[in-house]
Every structure is written in C-alpha cells, then in structure tokens.
C-alpha cells in the first residue's frame, strides 16, 4: 500500500513538473506566432523545465503538497497546483494589444486543455485494446485520487489518470480572476481604466491569501464535477 501511494506522489511531481513546462512554453508560443518574440529569445519556446523552473511554485510548494503526507505534514493536501516562471511578454509588439494579450494568456490554460484531452484519449484506447481494459482503467482512476487498493495500478494507465486530475487542476486555477493568475490578466484588459488601476493594486500576500482560501474553494467547486464527467464517460465505455 505505502508503495502504491509513494509511487503515485513521484508520478504527481514528474507529470507536474511538465504540465507547468507545456503550459508557459504554450505562452511563449503563441507570444511568438503574435509578434513579440521577448519569450522565443529568452529560450522559453520549450519543454525542458530547467527554462521554467520557480524554485517555490514548481519545486518546493509542489513537493509539500505532494510528498508532506509521508512526513506527517498535510495542510495543503489535495491542491494539485503549482506555478513556473512567469513567460516575458511586451504587449506593445502585438499588432491588436488587448486580443493577442488575451491569446497568450489563454493559451497557457488551454495547453492543460489539450494535455487532459490526450490522457483521456489514452486512456479511452486502453479501455478497448488492453486486456481487461475497462477493470485496470479504472483501478487506475480512483488509484490516481488516493484511493489505492492492494493492486497496483498499471502505470500508464495511472500516468493518464494523474495527468487529467492535475492538468483540470492547472486549467481551473489559472482560469481564477486572482492576480497574478491567467484569469486575472484577461479581466484586466476588460476594465475600465480607473477599475484597472484599483485591479492593479491587488497584489502581494493578498493574492496569496486569495488563491490558497478563496481559490481553493472554488477550485474544489469546479473540479470534482469536470472529473465526475471523465469519470462517467470512463465508466460508460
């Protein structure tokens, strides 16, 4: 059982790690297809994490929540998020500064879009071309949620599991109109600029005091219906 779980934190970290990759290098990426290439010169246009790396938000705050239940320290249990180093963008080399700021800045969110779209995809394949497909898919699922049982998932199967739960984690919490999360920089170019300015000032411990208590909650709200639906469709096949 201990082992089941230790090697589900070490599947949670690795798959962490490059969700947050794939969402800024999406960032970078469609920065660059727009015209300002600050984030392509800088290197930023790729996978590998060590061009993305936040010591706190991809390595320390994600190995507390992660791995701090095997050391008796729970408190942010459950929050499957985390946040890399901020991808440079210089919104006067856009051509239409609002539209194409708001395309980057969806574009991160909609990268873990993509990645949940694909691990389902897997998953759905498995469920008809595996033996038992449909029994080890779903050891797997409710593997990926902590529910592990004396069988130890298959591992692909538990790697697409684990990378729905945390790229909705990832999509939903930087969707929080919370700065400096990517929900707040599309609500910014909806502003007036007075609200903007107000809107500029939130910042600091606030927002982190926002995302832990405020964005917690709502993210719990929109999570468990996204994977009650992937769950459903799962069980359905």
Not at 144 to 172: D, E, K, R, T, W
Request: glycine content about 8%; some cysteine; proline content about 7%.
């Amino acid at each position: 059982m201990l082992a089941s779980h230790f090697l589900i934190a070490v599947f949670e970290f690795v798959l962490l790690l490059f969700s947050l990759s794939f969402h800024e290098c999406a960032h970078a990426w469609m920065a660059s297809r727009l015209g300002d290439q600050t984030a392509r010169m800088q290197g930023r246009i790729t996978l590998n994490p060590m061009y993305h790396v936040d010591p706190i938000g991809t390595l320390l705050f994600p190995a507390i929540v992660i791995f701090g239940p095997f050391f008796g320290f729970s408190f942010f249990s459950g929050f499957l998020i985390g946040w890399a180093k901020p991808t440079p963008v210089i919104t006067r080399n856009f051509r239409k500064i609002v539209r194409d700021d708001n395309l980057v800045t969806l574009a991160g969110p909609i990268s873990n879009l993509i990645l949940v779209l694909v691990a389902f995809a897997i998953l759905a394949v498995m469920v008809v071309v595996y033996p038992n497909g449909h029994q080890v898919v779903m050891i797997a699922f409710v593997s990926a949620f902590g529910m592990a049982g004396p069988v130890l998932p298959q591992p692909v199967a538990l790697l697409c599991s684990l990378a729905i739960l945390i790229n909705l984690s990832l999509m939903f919490f930087n969707l929080l109109p919370i700065p400096p999360l990517d929900g707040s920089r599309v609500v910014r170019n909806l502003l007036p600029y007075n609200a903007m300015v107000a809107y500029d000032r939130v910042g600091g411990w606030v927002s982190y005091l926002l995302m832990i208590f405020v964005g917690g909650f709502i993210l719990d709200l929109l999570l468990r219906p996204a994977l009650g639906i992937v769950y459903s469709a799962l069980l359905r096949m």
